[in-house]
RNA sequence: GCUGGUGUGGUGGAAUGGUAUACACACAGGACUUAAAAUUCUGCGCCGCUAGCCCGGCUUGUGGGUUCGAGUCCCACCACCAGCACCA
């Protein structure tokens, strides 16, 4: 029996304890039936639930029920991203172990998603915090290391030079420590990289197969891998010999370069390197001030956003190197706009026709040459205009001239590599993988350093390598470092002790491959032969941000892991759907030295402009002005978040569920607003009631009979099944807000029927059976209950997906739109069928459009059938 | 700076190149109530008039273009969001 009163927490528990009895979500494999893998981003750890979980994992488990109702052997697993800097940071403030804050964390927020009502296989949880799942990290990295594919080399870190630690990009702030406030530095230490550059080509090709991602997507993955077909170019040099410093030089030698376009090699006017390059060093030996600018090169962060906006720099080393074409002599500039970690650290400068090579010339007074006919002129430039960096074809150029762009590479080519300075070259503008992470929270690295013998592999019988779980980071540095327990071991190859390495896997290591170990989470080894049955993974859903380096990664360990024979796919997500991102307003005040001060909403009081724009925001504790810092992601640190536990206390899981659901389509940003709360929360209650007033007739109602419907419950079924029928469509293209509002519709057409008789009774029981159906995976607590107590069934879970009857949707009388000239005139209803001369003469008589081509003759008709006639005048 | 997106009523949003504003929220008015809440009914882009229940004009960030017809396609611009390799 159904109460009066929709009460979400009573039958929400309800519902959760039924399939926690039943183990309705526990999986397993069944060769021969089709399975469907249905997977979110598993989350980090961070203390609560936030509105994209809620969001992301709503999105993931409405499409995981949809599968099973289409009858698929659905798996839908839970895991815990759960190494990571904020559990370092949440040590220092908190004085609290990172694995107790974060073993703590997972258990809060587990219960959180058990509240929202997820079709989880909890069996198969895992987090990669525990020694069960990193130690296969580390034997990931011992394989790839016995192949190559692991190598060690220098990479450029923030260095914080008064806590002697590497900070982390987040913990720049305006190019300072966050905890010092000292001016950061750019340092270099030895890592270890991955070398997914081997993997480009593949990783770029193999895009195009992945018809089941968007364009967008895989445009951006396309961009950061960045193919690019150019030029090595060498420029022969002749140094002086300088005093004796640090850096020592052969004086004669070749500096390359490589560029795109070497059909501009005739009007380079200078060369500009990286403030690391060999040259510049060797440079600077015998020039303090060359010395002094190259460190001033260092300071700053070394994300690449700080790297390309800040002011062009530059120092002339005083050197020269000669032209490979024409022998003349170019200056040998220091630029700080070139990055030593991309392409040599040097570039061949067109000032004519490149804009940051432009700018930098003009600062500097270098010369600038025109050597290609653009649209703009032949001039040579004053104020930069892009088309100066199009293609054309050759002018000043000697025996070049006249050749369009291709023609040129090809003879400027030909002609260096007859005289050995310059090779056709394929550049990437991906970069290997740099893992190493100066830091405690994470899976420790499998090395071993001996004095005699070196670096030496961790043998796989002593994986895995345990991290201690009970540090606490104090922010000077790696607390492994000084922790003897971990260090001090014997070296596998000649028993001496030796000292274990200290750093870290990057954590993007753990995501990498956890979709696989999903398939045997208790496995012995890796992997076992269940990930054959259960990859690839048939729809994998997580937030846009990830659209680059987290797919990527994956992408290459999945291909890494094909080649070592333990999957057999090369892809391991069929289709990808990228979740928006959640906004909401931030506000802020800038605090009284550095830094900012964030408010969280409930904490000021906003008042609106007439347009409904902010017009001013104050702070209500003293009443004095925030300031409005615009749109953006809800984060912890800008205090803009929106609790979802507070929304499922007090409205229960399918009221959040629906809401989010109901505002915005799931690619679309969402900007946060409670205001349709309450309107998700009645329209559920619509249901219930319905369900309640009805539950006697619907019981009791017998199988519709089509032939006994009146004309007006004729037009109420039609309503319904229109409406299934696009909520339909809608579903399939996981546009969920407009299968709701199909819903919506369903519910509103059920409520016209006024009168209780056998056939709207039967009507009834067949449409609100089609619309619990339908969204029972948005709202499956009620829809469960409701299902249950009507006698639809036992379990709406395994129901069968609603499917209109095509019978209900002819129409006898069609509404047509005339226009006249593409604007709407009138209407006109026609019988379906009706020939399409017969329309036309129907369309020109119909009322008021008599008037608008009155006088004029009709030159020519367009007919949508069923749909819309456009008269033409 | 580079790369990828987004822009529609007071608000969230809807619309295979074919009736712009579905479905909701908010608001206003009516009913119910001693009252309020809840519920329910009606109205709701802007402007105009000859006020039509099939009136007319304008309207999808701005300015152009293609088309019988553009929110949708193309070009330019503006604003906002995301990513940029050590946040995850």
Request: hydrophobic letters at 40%.
């Amino acid at each position: 029996m159904i109460s009066e009163s929709y009460n979400p927490q009573l039958i929400e528990a309800e519902a959760q304890s039924y399939w926690e009895k039943h183990r309705s979500f526990t999986t397993c494999e069944e060769p021969g039936r089709d399975k469907f893998y249905c997977l979110c981003m598993f989350p980090y750890p961070s203390g609560r639930l936030h509105m994209g979980h809620v969001r992301n994992y709503t999105i993931g488990d409405v499409i995981a029920r949809h599968q099973r109702m289409l009858g698929k052997n659905v798996l839908q697993p839970m895991g815990w991203d759960a190494f990571g800097l904020p559990a370092e940071n949440a040590a220092m403030a908190c004085g609290v172990a990172p694995s107790k804050w974060t073993y703590d964390n997972i258990a809060y927020m587990k219960k959180q998603l058990q509240s929202l009502g997820l079709a989880i296989d909890w069996d198969r949880e895992l987090a990669t915090c525990k020694r069960e799942y990193y130690r296969w990290n580390q034997w990931l990295f011992l394989r790839m290391l016995e192949r190559g594919i692991i190598y060690l080399k220098t990479g450029l870190v923030n260095w914080d030079p008064v806590d002697q630690t590497v900070l982390a990009n987040e913990q720049v702030i305006d190019g300072r420590g966050w905890r010092t406030g000292a001016i950061v530095e750019k340092k270099e230490i030895p890592m270890y990289y991955m070398a997914i550059t081997r993997y480009a080509e593949e990783l770029l090709d193999e895009l195009e197969q992945l018809s089941g991602w968007s364009e967008q997507v895989k445009l951006m993955q396309k961009h950061w891998i960045g193919k690019s077909h150019g030029v090595r170019i060498g420029f022969p040099y002749q140094l002086p010999s300088t005093v004796p410093g640090v850096v020592e030089i052969d004086l004669s030698g070749i500096l390359w370069v490589f560029t795109t376009r070497a059909d501009t090699l005739l009007g380079v006017t200078y060369i500009a390197v990286s403030a690391e390059h060999p040259l510049a060093l060797y440079a600077a030996n015998s020039n303090s001030e060359l010395a002094n600018f190259i460190k001033e090169c260092r300071r700053g962060g070394v994300t690449e956003v700080e790297l390309t906006t800040q002011d062009k720099k530059g120092m002339p080393t005083g050197f020269t190197v000669y032209h490979p074409i024409t022998n003349e002599s170019l200056p040998l500039w220091v630029a700080n706009y070139v990055l030593m970690g991309y392409g040599e650290g040097a570039v061949m400068a067109v000032p004519a026709h490149d804009e940051r090579d432009f700018s930098f010339a003009q600062q500097f007074g270098l010369p600038i040459k025109p050597v290609i006919h653009t649209c703009a002129s032949d001039e040579t430039p004053v104020v930069w205009q892009d088309i100066y960096s199009e293609h054309g074809v050759c002018v000043n150029s000697g025996k070049y001239d006249g050749l369009d762009f291709d023609r040129a590479v090809d003879a400027i080519t030909a002609d260096l590599i007859s005289k050995g300075l310059g090779e056709k070259k394929v550049t990437w503008r991906l970069r290997d993988w740099g893992i190493s992470r100066q830091r405690y929270w994470g899976t420790p690295i499998p090395i071993i350093h001996c004095q005699k013998c070196g670096a030496i592999p961790v043998p796989d019988e002593q994986l895995p390598v345990v991290l201690p779980q009970h540090l606490i980071p104090d922010g000077s540095g790696n607390p492994l470092d000084k922790h003897n327990e971990f260090l001090n071991c014997a070296c596998p190859k000649c028993s001496n002790p030796a000292r274990r390495e200290t750093d870290t896997m990057d954590t993007f290591v753990d995501s990498s491959w956890y979709f696989l170990r999903y398939s045997a989470p208790d496995a012995d080894k890796i992997l076992d032969k269940r990930v054959d049955y259960w990859m690839p993974v048939d729809q994998y859903i997580g937030g846009i941000e990830h659209a680059i380096l987290h797919l990527l990664y994956a992408r290459f360990c999945t291909k890494f892991m094909r080649d070592l024979g333990l999957i057999k796919i090369s892809e391991p997500f069929t289709n990808l759907l990228t979740q928006g991102m959640v906004l909401n307003h931030i506000f802020f005040r800038k605090g009284e030295k550095s830094g900012i001060n964030y408010y969280r909403t409930d904490d000021i009081k906003i008042s609106h402009d007439v347009h409904g724009k902010i017009a001013s925001v104050i702070d209500v504790s003293d009443d004095l002005p925030v300031e409005y810092g615009g749109i953006g992601t809800m984060s912890k640190s800008r205090k803009n978040g929106v609790d979802p536990q507070t929304l499922i206390k007090k409205f229960g899981a399918d009221t959040a569920r629906l809401f989010i659901m109901f505002a915005a389509p799931p690619e679309q940003d969402l900007e946060w607003s409670d205001a349709g709360l309450s309107g998700a929360y009645r329209f559920l209650r619509r249901i219930w009631i319905y369900a309640a007033e009805h539950q006697d007739a619907i019981r009791t109602a017998s199988v519709l009979n089509t032939n006994i419907l009146t004309e007006p419950l004729k037009a109420v079924r039609y309503e319904i099944h229109n409406a299934l029928r696009q909520a339909l469509l809608d579903f399939n293209r996981y546009r969920f807000n407009t299968v709701i509002a199909g819903g919506m519709k369903i519910l509103n057409s059920l409520g016209k029927m006024e009168y209780s008789s056998d056939a709207s009774n039967s009507l009834r029981r067949e449409g609100l059976s089609m619309l619990l159906r339908l969204l029972s995976p948005i709202i499956p607590h009620i829809t469960h209950k409701i299902w249950r107590e009507l006698g639809y069934g036992k379990d709406v879970l395994d129901a069968a997906w609603p499917e209109p009857d095509e019978a209900a949707l002819e129409k006898t009388l069609v509404t047509m739109v005339v226009q006249v000239n593409g604007k709407l005139r009138g209407k006109i209803e026609v019988p379906a069928g009706t020939e399409i001369e017969v329309i036309k003469k129907a369309a020109q008589d119909a009322p008021n459009v008599n008037q608008f081509i009155q006088g004029r003759s009709v030159l020519k008709t367009i007919v949508v059938p069923g749909k819309l006639i456009n008269l033409v005048c």
